[in-house]
């Protein structure tokens, strides 16, 4: 069975550096388009970042540009979200997502796998 299993969030302070993993099993991870979500209380799920199968492209939202870095490792089956500089609005429960084929790489509805989430909490 499809299984996505997100690990490394936890408390840091704001200015600070977190990296989440996403651990994927009964896929074929390197055919799939992998991105980043989160959701903090009362609001929407978010896009944050995106990568296709290759790894060769990358999309970030304009909130976390230049502060997060997402990247792959097929050989480990493993996405990665590097956050750097973070901020309390930052909060959130990050999700990891996969599909085979992204129309809108921002849209939540474009991945057919999702993870149970891991908390991120930045204070001030």
């Known amino acids: 069975q499809v299984q996505l299993v997100e690990s490394g969030g936890g408390l840091v302070q704001a200015g600070g550096s977190l990296r989440v993993s996403c651990l994927a099993s009964?896929?074929?991870?390197?055919?799939?388009?992998m991105a980043w979500f989160r959701q903090a209380p009362g609001k929407e799920r978010q896009f944050v970042a995106a990568?296709?199968?290759?790894?060769?492209?990358?999309h970030y939202s304009d909130s976390v540009k230049g502060r997060f870095t997402i990247s792959r490792d097929n050989a480990k089956n493993t996405v990665y979200l590097q956050m750097n500089s973070l901020k309390p609005e930052d909060t959130a429960v990050y999700y990891c997502?996969?599909?085979?084929?992204?129309?809108?790489?921002?849209?939540?509805?474009?991945?057919?796998?999702w993870g149970q989430g891991t908390q991120v909490t930045v204070s001030s």
């Open positions: 997502a996969g599909s085979l084929g992204v129309a809108l790489f921002t849209n939540r509805l474009s991945y057919n796998y």
């Open positions: 009964g896929l074929p991870f390197s055919l799939y388009d």
């Open positions: 990568i296709i199968r290759s790894g060769g492209n990358t």
